[in-house]
């Protein structure tokens, strides 16, 4: 599984940054893997901008920024209080972390193809 966390619902680079892992939806379907976009932003919120950008993925809520805080990739200083900092992880069955990329600035996404790479090792067995 990907999970993806983002700052927010509407903001310019998660914008950017959806639609270019909506890019690769084939991709993971093709490979089995699902993805999932977490941030704090609550459940209302996250249907309006998955209907707004036609999102296929599943897009979870972490309010209170447990999840976010677990992960180490909870901002909570004056500018940033409870949103989650842009991260991808990618997690096997058993909850294992098998890839780990944190924006060091949250304006920044990933590397895609670095991603992809990852995910691609991931299912031949070689990560």
């Given at each position: 599984?990907?999970?993806h ?6 903001g ?20 089995g ?13 996250h ?19 447990n ?7 909870l ?5 940033y209080?409870?949103l989650?900092?842009r991260?991808?992880?990618?997690i096997?069955?058993?909850?294992v972390i098998r ?10 996404g ?17 990560l």
């Open positions: 599984m990907v999970v966390f983002y700052v927010s619902d509407f310019i680079m998660c914008n950017i940054v959806m639609k270019a892992f909506m890019e690769h939806k084939g991709e993971f379907d093709d490979l893997v699902q993805f999932v976009g977490i941030s704090v932003d609550d459940p209302p919120l249907g309006v901008w998955k209907g707004k950008m036609n999102i296929p993925f599943k897009l979870l809520s972490d309010e209170e920024g999840i976010a805080k677990e992960y180490g990739v901002m909570e200083d004056e500018l209080f409870k989650a900092n991260a991808v992880f990618l096997d069955k058993d909850m890839f780990r990329w944190v924006a060091h600035d949250p304006a920044y990933p590397n895609y193809e670095e991603v992809m790479e990852a995910v691609r090792a991931f299912v031949k067995g070689h």
